[in-house]
């Protein structure tokens, strides 16, 4: 009698997206001050708007509520995205959709907009994703993720576009990384 072997265990994944073992899933962290500032932006929103509605004597059932409606609406605006990365893809979760990315069969990675920079990547098969830049630089297991997915793309000749953002991404998770790293004392 031989011995069974088992496959490693899932954290996570998403047998969906990959043609392989489906290995670890990296969540991005550090979006809790985010969706604070969401529900503190609404929550202003509805105060203001309430206390100038109170002070006209227009405040009713009908204005209250369409007030609500608007602070829901900000609220859902400025929710940040839910990004979530295996080996070879990436997910960004919205409001009302999730968009999927192979990240090992990339086209292009653009930078879009200079003041509120988007990170948009468009994949062989037609899957495009926008993240912001900072999630990035602020999550090393993430950065690992893509920067791999990226690699392989290149390995495979399918990357077109983006070679210097993916470049400029690196050096800022690398400077990131070493300001950590000097403010802790180990460098």
Do not use: F, N, Q
């Amino acid at each position: 009698m031989g011995r069974r072997h088992s496959p490693p265990p899932v954290v996570g994944g998403d047998r969906s997206l990959g043609h392989g073992p489906v290995h670890e899933t990296v969540r991005a962290r550090g979006r809790r001050g985010d969706r604070r500032w969401a529900i503190g932006c609404a929550c202003a929103v509805l105060a203001m708007a309430m206390a100038a509605e109170a002070d006209t004597g227009e405040l009713g059932v009908l204005h209250a509520l369409a007030t609500c409606a608007v602070a829901l609406v900000v609220a859902a605006l400025l929710w940040p995205a839910k990004v979530t990365a295996g080996e070879g893809w990436l997910s960004v979760r919205g409001v009302l959709r999730t968009r999927r990315v192979r990240t090992d069969a990339l086209v292009a990675v653009l930078l879009v907009g200079e003041i509120a920079a988007g990170l948009v990547l468009r994949d062989v098969h037609g899957g495009h994703a926008e993240i912001d830049p900072e999630v990035v630089v602020a999550d090393p297991l993430l950065w690992h993720l893509l920067d791999t997915g990226v690699r392989r793309s290149l390995e495979r000749g399918t990357l077109r576009t983006g070679r210097r953002v993916v470049a400029g991404l690196g050096r800022r998770v690398d400077d990131e990384a070493g300001a950590i790293l000097r403010a802790s004392g180990m460098r």
